[in-house]
T-cell receptor, first 112, second 111 residues
Framework: NAGVTQTPKFQVLKTGQSMTLQCAQDMNHEYMSWYRQDPGMGLRLIHYSVGAGITDQGEVPNGYNVSRSTTEDFPLRLLSAAPSQTSVYFC???????????FGPGTRLTVT | GQQVMQIPQYQHVQEGEDFTTYCNSSTTLSNIQWYKQRPGGHPVFLIQLVKSGEVKKQKRLTFQFGEAKKNSSLHITATQTTDVGTYFCAGEKDSWGKLQFGAGTQVVVTP
């Protein structure tokens, strides 16, 4: 199993550009989530999904959209990139409630 | 704002020494998880505590969940250079798996 995969590993965007961060898992996990990690702030939840077709907002959802059309994939869309979105983005999946989260390798995004 | 607080933010440890990092929540948690992130890496699950007063050990690591389920600690004995990284606690308040992460304790080990 590949676990949780994320692409791209690195990305540089200009202010106003849009892009999609890809996340996929092959563990048949129902629960998937997106976090951003900024220095000194730990990981903050952006959006999450409890199953295909179901998504909800986390702690910092503004400027991001998600969809969950399949169990395996959970893309994160930046609609109009801003310098404040410069961060490391992690996707994670979990098999169920009260379970450990498996993190992907992360995407390092810089917005200039 | 962040409701799960971790202290200290940084910990410099001499190899062979012990140290403890603490995690405190403003609300009661259903469970707490601990993760370790090596420099440049991604968070990796270490352990989950569910019961009030629970204590779990993993070799040199001892995890404890407070009686009120609002705080937790991670104690590492005889620190080694392989313990370098940032340790995060993450509290879960509701049932689905929506974790609130602390800011982490960055551990630096000097030989």
């Amino acid at each position: 199993n590949a676990g949780v995969t994320q692409t791209p590993k690195f990305q540089v965007l200009k202010t106003g550009q849009s892009m999609t961060l890809q996340c996929a898992q092959d563990m048949n996990h129902e629960y998937m989530s997106w976090y951003r990690q900024d220095p000194g702030m730990g990981l903050r939840l952006i959006h999450y999904s409890v199953g295909a077709g179901i998504t909800d907002q986390g702690e910092v959802p503004n400027g991001y959209n998600v969809s969950r059309s399949t169990t395996e994939d959970f893309p994160l869309r930046l609609l109009s990139a801003a310098p404040s979105q410069t961060s490391v983005y992690f996707c994670a999946s979990s098999s169920g409630t009260l379970g450990e989260q498996y993190f992907g390798p992360g995407t390092r995004l810089t917005v200039t | 704002g962040q409701q799960v607080m971790q202290i200290p933010q940084y910990q410099h440890v001499q190899e062979g020494e012990d140290f403890t990092t603490y995690c405190n929540s403003s609300t009661t948690l259903s469970n707490i998880q601990w993760y370790k992130q090596r420099p440049g890496g991604h968070p990796v699950f270490l352990i989950q505590l569910v019961k009030s007063g629970e204590v779990k050990k993993q070799k040199r690591l001892t995890f404890q969940f407070g009686e009120a389920k609002k705080n937790s600690s991670l104690h590492i004995t005889a620190t080694q250079t392989t313990d370098v990284g940032t340790y995060f606690c993450a509290g879960e308040k509701d049932s689905w798996g929506k974790l609130q992460f602390g800011a982490g304790t960055q551990v630096v080990v000097t030989p």
